[in-house]
């Protein structure tokens, strides 16, 4: 089983992500499982939410506290938030950043194996004119995960979003996929 951790702020759409995430696995035959933890739940807060993905039933029903991999959508909370608590040693954490390689490792508490940064912002706000990365970031987890195909996340986007918004955040998720950096620690 593969489970994933997605940290974000109130608004960002990291539940919106995990979910599409799931889809994207379960278009692929996989079994799923994605289910938000809330805290504060107010817009601009630290949200996390979770996926697994098995090639059997899943019945296991609690927070993931040992990730396989994680993935932030917002680089502000790396500075108040423990994003690699419980990473698996062969963990891989997927970031939303324009920072470099050395940055990023500098706030980071516990170094994971593979580590994958892409500017989701910048490209949320090219394609969407809006900054939410939950789309994007979702190109960044199939290219640096190889967990799904990346045009399995786009069908999912669009079974989320219809019409336009379908396309445009299907969009978003293949340019970062296309734009991904991919770092083996």
């Known amino acids: ?7 974000g702020r109130g608004g960002q759409g990291a539940v919106t992500a995990a979910n599409i995430l799931a889809e994207a696995a379960f278009l692929e035959g996989k079994y799923v499982q994605a289910f ?8 601009g807060a630290p949200v996390t939410a979770f996926t ?6 899943i019945r296991i029903k609690t927070q993931i506290y040992e990730p396989d ?14 994003v690699t608590a419980g990473l698996k040693d062969n963990g891989i954490v997927i970031i939303n950043t324009e920072k470099s390689k050395e940055e990023v490792l500098e706030k980071l508490k516990k170094k994971p194996k593979k580590l994958a940064l892409v500017d989701a912002t910048t490209i949320a706000l090219e394609v969407l004119g809006l ?3 939950n789309t994007a970031i979702l190109g960044a987890v199939a290219k640096a ?3 799904v195909k990346v045009d399995s996340i786009k069908e999912a986007i669009k ?8 396309e445009k955040n299907a969009k978003a998720a293949q340019e970062a996929f ?8």
Do not use: A, Y
Not at 179 to 185: A, G
């Open 69 to 82: 991999i994680v993935v932030v959508l917002d680089p502000s909370l790396l500075e108040t938030v423990d």
């Open 52 to 57: 697994r993905i098995d090639d059997k039933p």
């Open 1 to 7: 089983m593969i489970e994933i951790r997605f940290h």
């Open 36 to 43: 938000p933890f809330f805290g504060v739940e107010r817009r």
């Open 178 to 185: 296309e734009k991904t950096q991919i770092f083996e620690l």
């Open 145 to 147: 995960t190889g967990l």
């Open 159 to 166: 079974n989320t979003f219809s019409g336009e918004l379908g």
């Open 131 to 133: 900054p939410i990365t």
